[in-house]
Structure formats: C-alpha cells, structure tokens
C-alpha cells in the first residue's frame, strides 16, 4: 500500500501518520501532483496497479473500516474483500474495458481548476492568503465536483472542513442530486467484495 | 521589465516580464531558458518536439511572447494572477486522459514525513493498493 495526503502540510498529515504507525509508505503531496495525474476528486480515494505497473482498479471510494459508513452508506467489507481476493491470487481485478469504463478522464476546465489550485497553493505558501483565495474560489467554479479543491483548500482559507461552511457546501451539492461520494458500481463483473 | 513567476508542473521560473493589462509579455530567449520553448519559421519548439503555429498574432507582440498566447499554443490552461506577478501552467487535459486512457500508472515522486522522496515506480513488481487521503 502507498498512501497520499493531500493535506496543505506535512504537519497536518503527521498526527493520522503517528498513529496509524503504517508499515506502508506514507507520502504527502501539498501541490496535489498525484491528485492531478489520476484525476482524484475527493479523499479517500483508492486505485489499484498490479506488478506490470498498469491501473487494474480505477478510481473507487474506500474505507478501512465501517466508522462513518453511517454517513458514506459504504461498507467497508465491500472493497477490502476484493482487495483481499486480489492480492492473493483468487479473484483478478477488472479487465482492461471495464478499467476503461470506469476510468474518469479529467475535462479542459478540470485541468483549468487544477491550475487555479497550483497558483494559489503557491501564492499560500508564501504568505500571499487573499491572492490565493481569489484562485481556490475560481479553481472551485470550474471544477464544482472537485472536492480535493473545494474542500482541500478550506484549511487554507481559514475555514473548517468539517464546519459550516462545508456542512453547507455539502448539502448544495447533495440537495442538487449530486453524490459526494462516487464509488465504483458493484457489478459482478467488477470482481465485488460482496457475496458473488 | 521586472520578474515574473512561471509554475510550470512542479518548478517555479522567475523570467523577465512586461506586463499591458491582462497581458504578460515575455522575453524570448527567458521563455527558451526558464520554460524550454522556442519560436521560429512558425513553429514553437522544446527538445522533444514542435507545434505550428498557425496564430502568430496571438503568441507573438513587439518580439516578445504572450504568455497566454503561449499556453493556447501548447493546449495548457493558465491561472493567471498579474497583481502578484505570477501564473501557473497546468498540465493538459488531452494529455493527462491521453496517460489515463493508456492504464500505465503515471508516475510520480512525492516526499514521505521524514522528506525522503519515494518513486511510484520503484515500487514495479508488486500489486499497490494507492490511497489518497487527507486530513480534511
């Protein structure tokens, strides 16, 4: 397992590092460059790559455990089961059409909102938080499901992510039909965790 | 002309800049140091490869090149911010879902806590179960 934080900082990843005292690979990626090249919209998002380096498992939304399937709906056996099946040889991951159906591609004003990010992740870093905040809020327009944005860049605006502001942000986007979470479908042919 | 600051992918240029208005104008032979493009006979160049240009307006003003004209060229979007003096030159759309498309992992070095870097591809030859998370 490799694991990103997309966090504004180190430090804001370090306290949920220490404590899962991971044996994996922990990285932290403050200009969302690994969020940029596989098009990740929002956390926790997984992929998996088999030996030959190639995406067998695109994009899909996990969780190691059922702590918030109250919230998400999403059970947790429902990947790690697969994953486990995977991993030893039981079970392949998805064929190279399914990977292809599944993989989201990023649009030109996804790309844009990326780019509005990077500059205002930049103009943050150096004390610039009025000129960055101008880019975060564009970046957001463009690319309205992009929540490493429209939410990832909230600690950097003085803003809770978990506070009001998102709590609202949230219910806009559920209220106007839009999930926030975007799991794989649980097809049988997507090598589910569930009973098959 | 004063500096300027170009993100381009993971590295911040200062190059000479002149700006008029929404307009950043930059010095050629800045553009081919700090960024590695090149115009000449109606093609923009790097090492690897060339684009013609069929707009030599929209790139080109008094010898010097348009920033913005220069991110249409190279079909790269540009988040611009003339009041601080820099932009950022986000990747490509085509190319990014071109990567995609094609199912090879993209390849990327990110610092773990202790700054060490770590290639994804160093890690060939083992599945990977890749997590993105945050705190957030």
Do not use: C
């Given at each position: 397992m490799i694991a990103v934080a997309l966090?504004?900082?180190?430090?804001?990843?370090?306290?949920?590092?220490?404590?899962?005292?991971?044996?994996?690979?922990?990285?932290?990626?403050?200009?969302?460059?690994?969020?940029?090249?596989?098009?990740?919209?929002?956390?926790?998002?997984?992929?998996?790559?088999?030996?030959?380096?190639?995406?067998?498992?695109?994009?899909?939304?996990?969780?190691?455990?059922?702590?918030?399937?109250?919230?998400?709906?999403?059970?947790?056996?429902?990947?790690?089961?697969?994953?486990?099946?995977?991993?030893?040889?039981?079970?392949?991951?998805?064929?190279?059409?399914?990977?292809?159906?599944?993989?989201?591609?990023?649009?030109?004003?996804?790309?844009?909102?990326?780019?509005?990010?990077?500059?205002?992740?930049?103009?943050?870093?150096?004390?610039?938080?009025?000129?960055?905040?101008?880019?975060?809020?564009?970046?957001?327009?463009?690319?309205?499901?992009?929540?490493?944005?429209?939410?990832?860049?909230?600690?950097?605006?003085?803003?809770?992510?978990?506070?009001?502001?998102?709590?609202?942000?949230?219910?806009?986007?559920v209220g106007g039909g839009q999930p926030y979470y975007r799991p794989l479908p649980d097809t049988s042919g997507l090598a589910s965790g569930l009973a098959s | 002309m004063s500096t300027f600051t170009v993100i381009d992918g993971e590295r911040a240029v200062e190059v000479e800049a002149r700006i008029e208005g929404e307009r950043v104008l930059l010095d050629p032979s800045a553009v081919k140091d700090a960024l590695g493009w090149e115009y000449h006979d109606g093609q923009l160049c790097s090492d690897m490869m060339c684009i013609p240009i069929d707009d030599a307006a929209g790139l080109l003003r008094d010898g010097a090149i348009e920033l913005g004209g220069l991110a249409r060229a190279l079909d790269r979007p540009l988040a611009l911010d003339v009041a601080e003096r820099a932009a950022c030159l986000g990747a490509s759309a085509r190319e990014r879902a071109e990567a995609l498309a094609s199912q090879i992992a993209p390849d990327f070095t990110l610092p773990d806590l202790d700054g060490t870097p770590h290639a994804l591809s160093s890690y060939r030859g083992k599945k990977i179960l890749l997590v993105a998370w945050a705190s957030w």
């Open positions: 966090d504004k900082t180190a430090d804001d990843a370090r306290p949920w590092i220490e404590a899962a005292h991971p044996t994996y690979p922990v990285l932290i990626d403050t200009r969302h460059v690994m969020a940029d090249l596989y098009n990740v919209v929002n956390v926790p998002t997984i992929l998996w790559i088999d030996e030959r380096g190639r995406i067998v498992r695109p994009n899909d939304v996990a969780f190691g455990a059922d702590t918030f399937k109250h919230i998400t709906g999403l059970e947790a056996s429902r990947h790690l089961g697969a994953l486990r099946a995977w991993v030893q040889g039981e079970r392949p991951a998805l064929t190279a059409d399914e990977v292809r159906k599944h993989q989201p591609l990023p649009t030109a004003a996804d790309q844009q909102a990326r780019a509005e990010f990077g500059l205002g992740q930049w103009l943050w870093s150096r004390g610039g938080l009025d000129a960055a905040e101008r880019h975060f809020v564009r970046g957001g327009e463009l690319a309205p499901h992009d929540f490493t944005i429209r939410r990832g860049t909230m600690p950097m605006r003085n803003m809770d992510p978990m506070g009001p502001k998102f709590r609202e942000m949230l219910q806009a986007w | -």
